[in-house]
């Protein structure tokens, strides 16, 4: 019998964030759990189903080879890195085992503080503004704590209490035949404490999703790929945990005139004919502004001019790079009867002279080499 997508088992869209996969998860995850559902079996293996989905599109690494290749790319027994010996501990399996046997929850930790999840956003910029540098406003999602309840997730005037089924240790011994096991606790999920009147406004998580405005200061020089890390401003932490980071990446947008590698710019500047054979003073564009850059006579289309220290300051020092110029050759168009008698002329004075046209003799002579020696 075929899987179903893991997207439509969470009910989320495939370019759900982490909040939103794990919003889904949880929802499902409460409304199917065994504790709650005693002897339904059709519940049991929609838990069973949302766990799966959740360990694989929670992991990076496996959501990604999870969109490429389907299930094929996570299932160990066609080569992909999902769960079972090839992707797992021993361990990990084991625990897997048992927490179907009893209907635990796995990836609960012991009760107490944990780090809040740090984020990442993605910044694009303009060339002109990673060059110079520029203070942007940002806006991310991501959990805070609960203002009511100030992150306990218990209603304002209570309090959670010590759970009763592991005595707030958090994990409880389970004997299945002669194995005996520890895991976490099905009940408090591993925080050693419940909660008996959950807050309202946050409905016992202690967080809540919220919207954030900050302030990022881009320096001078950035590129794509770099990251800028504001601290303690990712996800609040739970049980009074600290917050997590907030990693900015800079995604620079292409640029309609230049191409930029690491420090050096590189841009195609269109010169006429006239302008290659006889030479001349041309303006060129550079993000300092225009500057004259001299043709020399006889220019062929392609050469490379160099304007030294017109390229990009790095962000990590270090002097500016240099601004490389391509001349490109433009064939005039749509000419006028007496241009076209004017190099119909000038084409006459050309012929039976080779020694105007010297990238053209040599390549007509590897042509005859060639087809000689065929």
């Keep these: 019998m075929a899987k179903r997508d893991y997207y439509e088992i969470l009910g989320v869209e495939r370019t759900s964030t982490e909040i939103e996969l794990k919003k889904a998860y949880r929802r499902l995850a409460m409304k199917h759990h065994p504790d709650r559902n005693p002897d339904d079996k059709a519940s049991e293996e929609l838990f069973k189903e949302a766990n799966e989905a ?11 080879a999870y969109d490429q290749y389907g299930h094929a790319g996570v299932d160990p027994q066609m080569g992909g890195g999902g769960a079972g010996f090839g992707g797992q501990n021993f361990s990990d399996i084991f625990g897997d085992v048992f927490s179907d046997f009893f209907g635990g929850g796995r990836g609960g930790s ?3 503080a944990q780090r809040g999840s740090d984020l990442r956003y993605t910044l694009e910029l303009d060339l002109e503004e990673a060059v110079r540098g520029t203070t942007v406003n940002i806006r991310v999602p991501t959990l805070v704590n609960c203002q009511p309840c100030d992150g306990s997730g218990a209603k304002k005037g209570s309090s959670p209490v010590t759970c009763t089924t592991c005595g707030g240790i958090g994990q409880v011994r389970m004997q299945q035949g002669f194995f005996a096991v520890q895991q976490t606790c099905p009940r408090c999920h591993g925080q050693g404490k ?14 809540v999703e919220k919207y954030k405005t900050l302030s990022v200061k881009v320096p001078a020089g950035v590129d794509t790929g770099d990251r800028i890390r504001l601290s303690g401003e990712g996800e609040a932490g739970v049980q009074g945990g600290p917050t997590g980071d ?5 995604d620079v947008r292409e640029h309609a005139i230049f191409q930029r590698d690491g420090k050096h710019l590189f841009c195609e500047v269109p010169i006429n004919f006239a302008h290659a054979a006889l030479g001349a003073e041309i303006e060129v564009p550079t993000l300092d502004g225009r500057v004259k850059l001299n043709i020399p006579e006889g220019t062929q289309s392609g050469k490379q001019f160099r304007l030294r220290g017109k390229g990009v300051a790095p962000v990590r020092g270090g002097g ?3 601004l490389m110029c391509r001349v490109v050759i433009e064939t005039p168009v749509k000419l006028s009867r ?6 119909e002329e000038f084409r006459t004075t050309l012929e039976g002279d080779s020694c ?3 990238n053209a003799t ?5 042509v005859k080499r060639f087809f000689g020696d065929l």
């Design 110 to 112: 012991r009760g107490g």
């Design 320 to 322: 500016a790079g240099d």
């Design 194 to 207: 419940v909660i008996s009147d959950p807050c309202e406004c946050c409905r016992g998580e202690g967080r």
């Design 338 to 343: 007496r241009q076209r008698e004017l190099m």
């Design 54 to 64: 959740y360990e694989v599109l929670s992991d990076s690494s496996k959501r990604a």
């Design 356 to 358: 105007h046209s010297p």
């Design 246 to 250: 907030l990693y900015v990446v800079i």
């Design 362 to 366: 040599g390549w007509f002579e590897g």
